[in-house]
């Protein structure tokens, strides 16, 4: 009698991270959701040297840009990925910022709440530096686990023509209208420098806070906080306005944001609950 053939879809890959990414993201919150919006996101890419050796990397530095295969490592439903399908109750839909919530189906989306709990994105190469790529752009948490890197070619990486839906042009429904910093935040932020000078992927406490500017160009609120937000009304700033936080290399950054879209960053400070990145 033969064998019965194994179901292909039953059948599983053993895989295994080479690499970990040190992110200027602390926190998921804050983290850009697409890549290269914010020019100066960084990250550094340690490889996994037992896995990864450095002649793996030559040629490497000749690209501009390269793409990272990744695990969505705080994806909060992974714990629903290890029950059967009909016990999963993974959504069909979620939903999507750029329509207010609105919803859409999940394979029209890149929403990291997926069967298979993989990402993929695109960040330019700075510098390969021994077992480690200097990475910007990114949109990458720190922690995050990489699969693979494959390089960027855009003789058949770029498709000309290619159409997408109407609702991923709107292209300004995210993006606030100013953003201000309070009299004594560069003050704040020069004081606490010292203490990041040799840890940060950034050379000087300027430089830090246009990597703020630019974070806090896009609303990085999520769809319920913009929700609540829009239910509770037009609203001028007051010392009653809602307190947010963004967390940059281990830096608590204060803000709020008024109904008519302008940012305005109150404070910065040392987090005592997030590391540092080397």
Known sequence: ????????????????????????????????????????ARARLMFDTARVPPASLEGLEEYSHCWIIYVFHLNTDLDKLWKH??????????????????????????????????GLTVAKVESVQG?????????LVDGTPVLDIKPYLPYCDSIKGAVVPDWVKVDDL??????????????????????????????????????????????????????????????????NDTIYHLNLEGLDVTYRITSNANVLVDDVTLSPNTNVPP
């Open 1 to 40: 009698m033969l064998k019965p053939k194994t179901d292909k879809l039953e059948m599983s890959y053993p895989m295994a991270p080479i690499g970990i990414i040190r992110s200027c993201f602390s926190t998921r919150n804050g983290t850009p959701r697409q890549p290269l919006i914010v020019p100066l």
């Open 85 to 118: 399908p009909s016990r999963s109750k993974l959504k069909a839909k979620v939903r999507v910022p750029r329509m207010k919530g609105e919803k859409m189906g999940l394979f029209a989306t890149r929403s990291p709440h997926r069967p298979c709990p993989i």
């Open 174 to 239: 995210l993006a606030v209208a100013s953003v201000d910093f309070s009299d004594d935040f560069f003050a704040t932020l020069t004081g606490i420098w010292p203490a990041m000078d040799k840890k940060s992927l950034y050379t000087s406490a300027e430089e830090f806070k246009r990597l703020i500017k630019q974070v806090l160009s896009w609303d990085i609120r999520s769809v319920s906080q913009r929700s609540q937000d829009e239910e509770e009304g037009p609203s001028q700033v007051s010392s």
């Open 131 to 139: 077992t480690s790529i200097l990475l910007s752009g990114v949109d």
